[in-house]
T-cell receptor, first 113, second 112 residues
Framework: DGGITQSPKYLFRKEGQNVTLSCEQN?????MYWYRQDPGQGLRLIYY???????QKGDIAEGYSVSREKKESFPLTVTSAQKNPTAFYLC????????????FGPGTRLTVL | GQNIDQPTEMTATEGAIVQINCTYQ??????LFWYQQHAGEAPTFLSY????GLEEKGRFSSFLSRSKGYSYLLLKELQMKDSASYLC?????????????FGAGTRLAVHP
């Protein structure tokens, strides 16, 4: 079955620690995205990648980093510089063409203690 | 600036019809999406409008008026499982890449 997987579903970390969230897709999509969702707010774009070995900052990239070494994988690192990291993180992918819908993974809920 | 507005919460009765409105102001327009999201889960795609008019897909329909910056999602024959958040998202003028701007979502509660 084709789809997007994110792991883990729940993640707890101590303040000051970096943490990496996994996102893998087997849909053969060129483009991948990371969003953050907070209560009462819309999804906000953190980073996106249109093709392997290339990525761009979204609207709220500060305190986050990404890599795109493989087409299937787009891991997100939440660094200690992110002031308020507790949130629900969603990964998405699309065909890369400007008209394609985005498909979302199940999300990772990160709680920083 | 870019802005997408939708009601925060709505309630409806099982078997009824509900309309969820979305108004937008964005830099350019290249399509409007509706997604459904159950609590703690991934958003799932419901509909896409790029031209004015109504798109019907089973119990769900979506309407777009580009001149008014307005869309609505119509849910018919409501079922309890339709209780979820409904996200309106617009693809604006983003230099060719697939950037979506999301509204905060409308939380729909369906009661027996």
């Amino acid at each position: 079955d084709g789809g997007i997987t994110q792991s883990p579903k729940y993640l707890f970390r101590k303040e000051g620690q970096n943490v990496t969230l996994s996102c893998e897709q087997n849909l053969n999509h060129d483009a991948m995205y990371w969003y953050r969702q907070d209560p009462g707010q819309g999804l906000r774009l953190i980073y996106y990648s249109q093709i392997v070995n290339d990525f761009q900052k979204g609207d709220i990239a500060e305190g986050y980093s990404v890599s795109r070494e493989k087409k299937e994988s787009f891991p997100l690192t939440v660094t200690s510089a992110q002031k308020n990291p507790t949130a629900f993180y969603l990964c998405a992918s699309s065909t890369g063409e400007s008209l394609g819908e985005q498909f979302f993974g199940p999300g990772t809920r990160l709680t920083v203690l | 600036g870019q802005n997408i507005d939708q009601p925060t919460e709505m309630t409806a009765t099982e078997g009824a019809i509900v309309q969820i409105n979305c108004t937008y102001q964005t830099s350019g327009f290249n399509g409007l999406f509706w997604y459904q999201q159950h609590a703690g889960e991934a958003p799932t795609f419901l509909s896409y409008n790029v031209l004015d008019g109504l798109e019907e897909k089973g119990r769900f329909s979506s309407f777009l008026s580009r001149s008014k910056g307005y869309s609505y999602l119509l849910l018919k024959e409501l079922q309890m499982k339709d209780s979820a958040s409904y996200l309106c998202a617009v693809r604006g003028d983003s230099g060719g890449y697939n950037k979506l701007i999301f509204g905060a979502g409308t939380r729909l509660a369906v009661h027996p």
